[in-house]
């Protein structure tokens, strides 16, 4: 059978002025709904029912509770860069070597499959839907909501105005204002400037990419001043970005500085 000829532009146009504008409209605008609903509830409330995006198991929470056991087991880290560790060991040989200018740091995740799958449609395909799950995840990680608890600041990794302008959104304040919307301050560190990928370089390398990438907002400074921050980012491949910013922090005068992230990359 012949494949039928598409309908000219003039008739798809026509059929589009015809329709029930609700059929048009009302898709979309729910979609919209349900993604600010999603964004300005907790992470603690409850999560619509829906389909678990890495099983497709239905009914179900967008990251199923199986899925959490299965690829987000609890492994020792460091306690102050979130590598993973053996058993009893608190801080790794890099960071004995290298002392970090943060008091802690505690990741919630491996970025590994599937969570890296996750991740990518969250920060690069615009399902800022996957927030509130993910945070979650977060908030359920061990001494993580402590960790929230205790911070008198909730700061996200800023990101450059020109990443911000080409993703429309900075993923680490979405977090950041999931688990704790009331002490979130999304503009008093500052990226002065974009920097490379990080990932592959040599040590030396990354720590000079990076360099004076971050300040304080000068206006706001004195808020830090002897308070607990604490410094949200959603993926943490070198560290040498948080870092960067936990010293800029502390020349600023934050007195313990705890870095929490969504999930941490094996170097």
């Known amino acids: 059978m012949a494949a039928q000829p598409s309908s000219p532009p003039a008739a798809r146009t026509a059929a589009v002025l015809n329709a029930n504008p609700y059929e048009i409209l009302f898709p979309c605008m729910f979609t919209r709904l349900l993604n600010r609903l999603s964004l300005a509830a907790p992470a603690h409330a409850p999560l619509w029912p829906s389909q678990c995006i890495v099983c497709r198991a239905w009914p179900a929470q967008t990251l199923c509770g199986d899925c959490t056991v299965r690829f987000a087991p609890v492994v020792a880290r460091c306690t102050t860069c979130a590598l993973p560790v053996p058993p009893g060991v608190a801080i790794c040989g890099a960071c004995l070597r290298h002392p970090p200018p943060m008091t802690r740091c505690l990741a919630a995740l491996p970025y590994a499959w599937p969570w890296a799958m996750c991740m990518a449609r969250w920060k690069f395909e615009g399902d800022v839907g996957l927030t509130r799950p993910l945070a979650r995840l977060m908030m359920e990680a061990p001494e993580m909501r402590r960790a929230t608890a205790m ?117």
Do not use: C, W
């Not at 360099?211 to 993926?235: K, T």
């Open 151 to 267: 911070a008198d600041i909730v700061l996200p990794m800023p990101m450059s105005p020109q990443r911000l302008g080409e993703r429309g959104y900075n993923p680490a304040l979405l977090l950041a204002r999931a688990l704790a919307r009331q002490r979130t301050l999304a503009d008093l560190l500052l990226r002065t400037r974009d920097t490379p990928p990080q990932r592959g370089l040599p040590r030396a390398r990354r720590l000079k990419n990076v360099r004076g990438a971050f300040q304080v907002n000068p206006l706001r400074a004195s808020e830090l001043d002897g308070r607990h921050v604490a410094l949200i980012d959603d993926v943490m491949t070198t560290g040498a970005s948080v870092r960067e910013a936990a010293s800029a922090l502390r020349a600023a005068g934050a007195s313990q500085i705890s870095v929490l992230v969504l999930a941490r990359a094996a170097n």
